[in-house]
């Protein structure tokens, strides 16, 4: 027993240092066992998912000494702190592997970050491995960290699209907004991705069990640019609701069909006690029981309505596809409702 228990806790030592070094990757969420998924949390706590991108970027960098003169020359330009020498070294050529390390840092810089943004974009195919791996780092610099989720909208890849589903996951609110707004561009841009509904639904639910305080403190800590593009949500209705709900829904739209869910979105933030119950009704019958209970108390609050839920709910009894058509009659009704409290809101200004 003794001796069982050395090697035991040897092979969880060197294990530890394999995972770490990135010399072994395993895919927690491929893991079917629960004691094994159980230990393999426990030797690598709280390091999410940026390990497992550290054996493939192994294969993007390069030792300096390895470079020619040329790249090491462009690197100390890249490294030197003047903006206008950093620019001229951008425009050199192509953001190739060996100087995306130096690169990346970069897009914390404001003087700068426009450029550099734009040089990866145009390779982000070839640099998305680093990429990923600087999202999901916790020690990176944030401002660096909240301009990558955009430019992996560039590429459909998996590994892209997986980084950007881990990206939901991290403590930051910031940053997983910004994830969840570039997976609903890449959705928007091809249809053809799918998303794991479990998976969307399990992140979902994470986002919905938190306390009121905690839901109504969530905020960007830099406001999108003026007339960024949206994928799920309007400007009117994203001054009026809360970031975390837009969130929630943004999120629910890799899952659910985006049309009526953005049309139930609009219907909750009217001032009509029917279009608000059809919108109700209809999420009501598409999300599952347990994202519904914990997502209805915000939504009360959200509409700013008296009514009561259950008993818009329960007074129907239409089936799904009743609902769904019910609710997709209702869009007209809906804008006209949203254009006429805009309009209101806009008088109330001046």
Same mark, same amino acid.
């Given at each position: 027993?003794?001796?069982a228990?050395?090697?035991?806790?040897?092979?969880v030592?060197?294990?530890?240092q394999?995972l770490?070094?990135?010399?072994?990757?395993?895919?927690?969420?491929?893991?079917?066992?629960?004691?094994? +998924?159980?230990?393999?949390?426990?030797?690598?706590p709280?390091l999410?998912a940026?390990?497992e991108? !550290?054996?493939?970027?192994?294969?993007?960098?390069?030792?300096?000494?390895?470079?020619d003169?040329?790249?090491?020359s462009?690197?100390?330009?890249?490294?030197?702190?003047?903006?206008?020498?950093?620019?001229?070294a951008? !425009?050199?050529?192509?953001?190739?592997?060996?100087?995306v390390?130096?690169?990346?840092?970069l897009?914390?810089w404001?003087a700068?970050?426009a450029?550099v943004?734009?040089?990866?974009?145009?390779?982000?195919?070839?640099?998305?491995?680093s990429?990923?791996?600087?999202?999901?780092?916790?020690?990176?610099?944030?401002?660096?960290?909240?301009?990558i989720p955009?430019?992996?909208?560039?590429t459909?890849s998996? +590994?892209?699209?997986d980084?950007?589903?881990?990206?939901?996951?991290?403590?930051?609110?910031?940053i997983?907004?910004?994830?969840?707004?570039?997976?609903?561009?890449?959705?928007?841009?091809?249809?053809?991705?799918?998303?794991?509904?479990? +998976?969307v639904?399990?992140?979902v639910?994470?986002?919905t069990?938190?306390?009121?305080?905690?839901?109504?403190?969530?905020?960007?800590?830099?406001?999108?640019?003026?007339g960024?593009?949206?994928?799920?949500v309007?400007e009117?209705?994203?001054?009026?609701?809360?970031r975390?709900? $837009?969130?929630?829904?943004?999120?629910?739209?890799?899952?659910?069909?985006?049309?009526?869910? $953005?049309?139930?979105?609009?219907?909750?933030y009217?001032d009509?006690p029917?279009?608000?119950?059809?919108a109700?009704?209809y999420?009501?019958s598409?999300?599952?029981?347990?994202i519904?209970?914990?997502?209805?108390?915000?939504?009360?609050k959200e509409? !700013?309505?008296?009514?009561?839920?259950?008993?818009?709910?329960?007074s129907s009894?239409?089936?799904?596809?009743?609902?769904?058509e019910s609710?997709?009659q209702?869009?007209h009704?809906?804008q006209?409702?949203?254009k006429?409290?805009?309009?209101?809101?806009?008088?109330?200004?001046?």
């Amino acid at each position: 027993l003794f001796v069982a228990r050395r090697l035991q806790s040897g092979y969880v030592r060197e294990l530890e240092q394999r995972l770490e070094s990135g010399v072994a990757r395993i895919d927690v969420d491929d893991i079917d066992d629960p004691m094994a +998924r159980s230990m393999i949390e426990t030797i690598v706590p709280d390091l999410g998912a940026s390990w497992e991108f !550290k054996a493939a970027a192994h294969d993007e960098e390069v030792s300096e000494h390895e470079l020619d003169d040329e790249m090491r020359s462009r690197i100390d330009e890249l490294r030197c702190g003047d903006a206008f020498r950093v620019l001229s070294a951008l !425009k050199q050529g192509p953001i190739v592997p060996a100087l995306v390390r130096y690169v990346v840092p970069l897009l914390g810089w404001d003087a700068v970050s426009a450029h550099v943004a734009r040089a990866l974009s145009e390779n982000a195919a070839d640099v998305e491995t680093s990429l990923v791996r600087s999202l999901l780092d916790r020690n990176m610099d944030a401002a660096v960290r909240r301009r990558i989720p955009g430019l992996l909208t560039r590429t459909t890849s998996e +590994r892209a699209i997986d980084g950007l589903l881990r990206g939901l996951l991290d403590s930051s609110f910031e940053i997983r907004f910004l994830c969840g707004r570039a997976l609903a561009r890449i959705h928007a841009q091809d249809s053809s991705v799918a998303f794991d509904r479990h +998976r969307v639904f399990t992140i979902v639910l994470r986002e919905t069990r938190v306390d009121r305080g905690v839901w109504e403190r969530q905020r960007l800590l830099e406001e999108l640019e003026e007339g960024a593009d949206e994928p799920f949500v309007s400007e009117y209705l994203r001054q009026r609701s809360s970031r975390s709900l $837009q969130h929630v829904f943004t999120v629910l739209s890799l899952a659910l069909d985006k049309k009526p869910l $953005q049309v139930a979105f609009q219907g909750l933030y009217t001032d009509d006690p029917i279009l608000r119950g059809t919108a109700l009704e209809y999420l009501e019958s598409v999300l599952p029981e347990d994202i519904r209970e914990s997502l209805w108390p915000f939504l009360e609050k959200e509409g !700013k309505q008296s009514t009561s839920l259950d008993a818009i709910l329960h007074s129907s009894g239409r089936n799904r596809t009743e609902v769904l058509e019910s609710l997709m009659q209702s869009h007209h009704s809906i804008q006209l409702n949203l254009k006429k409290l805009r309009r209101i809101v806009r008088e109330d200004e001046t």
